[in-house]
């Protein structure tokens, strides 16, 4: 491998592109990711609006990011997968059903953040 290891400001850019790449890729393929985006249009300025000072605020937000942080390993995971091989094998489906269990939590915690938060403000 003759590639000379980036550093510095060189990696950062590249990592950056790299992100954005893959958020590209997530909106392009992955329509859960979508319509967690969308959602998130009114729920995060919402959040901001609602909460009280930065932890309210950094609860609500971040129930919502962790969502996408979730949903963007579970893509990752299932194109892993996929590449591997497309015929039904136990282990593929246990992976995938694994991973849509951890998105399901996700949203579970953020539906019971904002709940008990909107239960107490209002």
Do not use: C
């Not at 959602?39 to 962790?66: D, K, N, Q, T, Y």
């Not at 299932?78 to 996700?106: Q, T």
């Amino acid at each position: 491998m003759n590639e000379k290891k980036l550093t510095g400001i060189s990696h950062f850019i590249k990592a950056f592109q790299w992100s954005l790449a893959g958020f590209k890729a997530a909106w392009q393929y992955e329509t859960a990711f979508r319509q967690e985006i969308i959602g998130m249009l009114f729920l995060i300025p919402l959040g901001f609006w609602l909460g009280e000072g930065a932890l309210e605020r950094g609860v609500l937000v971040g129930s919502l990011l962790l969502v996408l942080l979730v949903e963007l390993l579970n893509s990752s995971l299932e194109a892993v997968v996929d590449r591997v091989g497309l015929e039904r094998h136990p282990l593929s489906g246990r992976a995938k059903d694994l991973g849509s269990a951890a998105v399901f939590v996700a949203l579970t915690m953020a539906a019971v953040i904002w709940g008990l938060f909107l239960i107490e403000k209002f």
